[in-house]
């Protein structure tokens, strides 16, 4: 089916003066700015018109964030960022992910980095409690890394009771360090069902249910994270070895030659592959 006739769509862009933030740099705008669209008569695939129609409230509710210097598109934050914070905080969670190679210590620097520049950066305070959570991986006694994570779980907290990460970080401290194993799994609940496509969360949930003899459901778990993270070797390696332990030896040889292919130098997955052809 196609569409004969015109097609006008105008959109008014909420700005920073128009939600209460202004910019130094520019003076408050008198009127929102607008964004328009006009088409001629000419055939529109009815598909090509529904697209179009569902990108306008995309557009509208998308927050318009003013700094001195700059402007950004954010559907997060609604102010300005230090800029500092803002680097380290960059910097911590791509150290996060690199922590077979020693990454997690860097990690926490840079995120504690970010949390004296501010600390208000609630992101920030969860993606600390979610490092301080594994205490192998940062170096730290179990006694000292458990308090800082709870320490810091508690802080994002109170400044984004919604941050599904500090949930994620507070299961796994009850899971690996407590031994709660009702407190995990209540935190571990919280945390995916504010956010159902975070992988962290769902990682962790699932090595959670397979840990406590829910195999089935824990396996689809780890899936599902690595459905939202495909490329991140320490996940796939942790879903081979998760497949070692629940005795799918097959599954979990197929599972650990894909990793190697992501990353042949990844030496935990080897490490593990070993294990599946006892």
Known sequence: YRFVGRIDVTAHLPSASHQGRTDAASPPDSHP????SSRPRSGWPIGALLVLLALVPL???????????????????????DDDAFDAYLRGMSFRHQWQEGGCP????????????DPTLADAHAALAWCYAFPARTGLPAAVAGPKARREATAALALNPGLGLARAALGEVKHRLDYDWAGAERELTLAVGLNPDDPDALFAFGEFLCATGKSREGVARLRSALLADPSNADRNAALGLTLVLVRQNDAAIRQLHNTLALNPEWTTARRVLGYAYE
């Open 33 to 36: 700015p607008t964004w328009r």
């Open 106 to 117: 860097r990690a926490v620097t840079e995120l504690e980095r970010a949390v004296a520049h």
């Open 59 to 81: 557009v509208v509710s998308t927050d318009w964030t003013a700094t001195s210097d700059r402007r950004v598109w954010t559907r997060r934050y609604d102010r300005s960022l």
